[in-house]
């Protein structure tokens, strides 16, 4: 040990830095590994993205498997992206950054291979899973119950690494990166656990215990979420440790950081009914979610600038600095996402965008703009240091900004026209009153040239990521790793340390425990403002007399369609809209979803809605449509299902279900499991008799086809069987909440 | 009993207000809270990720700031 000069700074801040010099080594090994698991993962999950867009204009690319068709592969593509490429991302800056801002090691390195393998593992578990038809449905949460709870075992032993190295740090006060990891620990972790709940009918099948709105409430609580805090909190903590790191200047305003950190966690977490406006949810959800996402522009408005205003002076460097380009690229996109996204919240604009492109477009902003050149800065960044070396070709860092920039306009300028395009001509009328293109396919038919400009964006944003991985291997091969980094720093001085409790900023910046307290109450609070009443007011969820549960025939149907990732195409909820009643039937209310575990409404529409579907089409247009779309529906990209009319049903999983679905309050009965088999003989026998009564004269009547069938018949058809001289009550009870729109 | 009030509870619209009050006072006192920081404070915070030394070529593709050190771990 010995005396080292002190870094310059104010009094306050010296005399906890009074304690003896003491030596210590960084752990770079698992910032390394993380690196390389994201660029890998990076080109993997882009690449999943890459197939599914091209399916969308090409579908002999779904290659009449189970597991390559588009309602598998996007999920894949949406999980590997998030939880693979940033969610290593995000691991890989927090184990660097940290380290640092607290002068110390990580806590555990047993817990930091654990975080690292356990993660790897969850991600291949999501690769083999997801292409198998295992999945929940619910976007972003797709992965089943063994690999929630995994999830969660993994997230806390990151928690307790993070939390244990942030009490051994040799720095007093934590640095405004921090509270943003504490948050994204904290946060995430009552996400993912309420939002999974949820009881196991077999291995890899579970219910989901809400139903319904609830069900919708609480995931796009959670989906919402998910893109503040594992999108968007650690990423910022990023950006306000590696962007000054890089202009070699402080932060711009570190009081604007500390109202952008409290003002985003308090704001963001209300902000998840935006995604469920004019749907069944109680108009008051709908409101404050609406207003709570236009609020959500000051402290997103205010990280922005401030991240952008730290480079001041220091233009010059992004000129030449290839990180420092990505860097501000990232920035100006979290910008532009975190101003359209409130935009889009707004009801009349939602209105138009809703369940079209444009949500694509927008959250592809996100994704590539601020995740993705975030990435590749912090890789641009590390690497080169962690290898003590220079990086191998800044020219070739350069051709991946720009050809990723191109790949990202190409990307994003056809899908906001195909969404525009898509909004329109589902809302146009004649001037005789009649809608303009009463055929969704013709809408489909319009975006194809879109999607396909859409294809070769992501192209190039893929060429880009491959330079990336060339470059950085090059660097690493021409550099020397040092593994355990040496630093100094004097301990904390227990005496100077215990400051006085003065309740300012600066003293909960000194006391951890405290902080994440505080957080915790900050993120909690919206959630159970709108969750709670949600659950316990029985007016939010009328109940329709005529809504039964689905047989068990239907219920196996249900499995399938789940397994299909059918909801990844259409959604099963028609809002009171003129445009959307004429083209699909009666407006959809809360009181239908009560026995949907998981509700299946959707999120985007790229074939019809699906809610009013049951006794339009004769039973053998689904049996064609299902063999092969094109036969019904020239020009439909929808793949072909051919397997459904080979494969057997497996009922012998219907008692487990149907007990499973009880256990979350389905009143199934007793006979009603009991009798399960005979129900499903009748009902497949029933159905089996109409298409040959339909010129199909083959149909078995033991193939999932026969399911789904039956499932289809019966959506949306419930309300229609109501006695006529009811609906005024009970429905006008139900209706309360979202009256049509002219 | 909690639950029974809510069960019942009849003026879910106030929600909305009640949020907004709820969040304007939370952000004004962040705001507050915030302007009631000694600056010297604010700035010392805002070097924390800064090397006590300035970087003498942050440029990726210039010779990189990492010393050697003895003994250190090379892979």
Redesign the interface.
Known sequence: MSAT???Q?????RAHRTGPIETFKYDNHVVRAFAIATALWGLIGTSAGLLAACQLFWPQLNLDTPFTTFGRIRPLHTNAVIFAFVGNGMFCGIYY?LQ??CKARMFSDLLSWINFWGWQAIIVGAAITLPLGLTTSKEYAELEWPIDIAIAVIWVAFTINLLGTIARRR?K?M???IWFYIATAITVAILHIFNSLEVPASAFKSYSIYAGVQDALVQWWYGHNAVAFFLTTPYLGMM??FL???A????FS??LS??HF??LI??YI?AGPHHLLYTAL?D?AQ??GM??SI?LV?PSWGGMLNGLLTLRGAWD?VR????LKFMVVAVTAYGMATLEGPMLAIKSVNALSHYTDWTIAHVHTGALGWNGFLTFSLL??LV??LY????WS?KL?NYHFWIGLLGMMFYVVPLYTSGVTQGLMWKQFTSDGFLQYPNFLETVIRLIPMHQLRAVGGTLYITGIVLMIINLHRTMKA????????DQAPALNPAASRESMKL???WL?GVPVTFTVLTTV?VV??GL?EI??MF?????VPTIASVKPYTPLECLGRDVYIREGCVGCHSQMVRPFRSETERYGEYSKAGEFVYDHPFLWGSKRTGPDLHRVGGKYPDAWHFNHMENPRNTSPGSIMPSYPWLLSQRLDTTVVGVRLRALRRVGVPYTDDDILNAPQSIDAQSKKIVTALAGQSITNAPPDREIIAIIAYLQRLGTDIKSMPTNAPAAAVAASLNHNQPQP | MI?NV??N?TG??T??I???C??VS??TG??I??????K???????????D?V??PA?????????P??PG????
């Open positions: 000069a002190l870094p700074d104010n009094a306050g801040l950054s640092r801002l720095e006060h640095y405004v990166a306000y440790y000054p790191k890089a070699n200047r402080p932060v570190y009081r500390i109202i409290w003002g308090f704001i209300w109680p008051w409101s404050l207003v709570f609020m000051a460097k030449q600095e290839p990180m641009y960044w080169p240091r003590n070396t220079k990086l800044v860092a550099g020397r790793f040092i593994g355990d980094e040496e300012g900023h600066r910046e900050a609070i919206g403002i709670v009443p316990l007011i029985k007016e939010n | 639950q809510l069960r509870f879910i619209d929600f909305g009640v949020s907004l709820l969040f939370v952000f962040a705001i809270w915030t302007m009631l920081q000694k010297s404070h604010l700035d010392a915070m805002a070097r924390v990720p800064l006590p300035p970087d942050p440029l990726s593709h210039l010779q990189p700031t990492l050697l050190n250190e771990h090379h892979e």
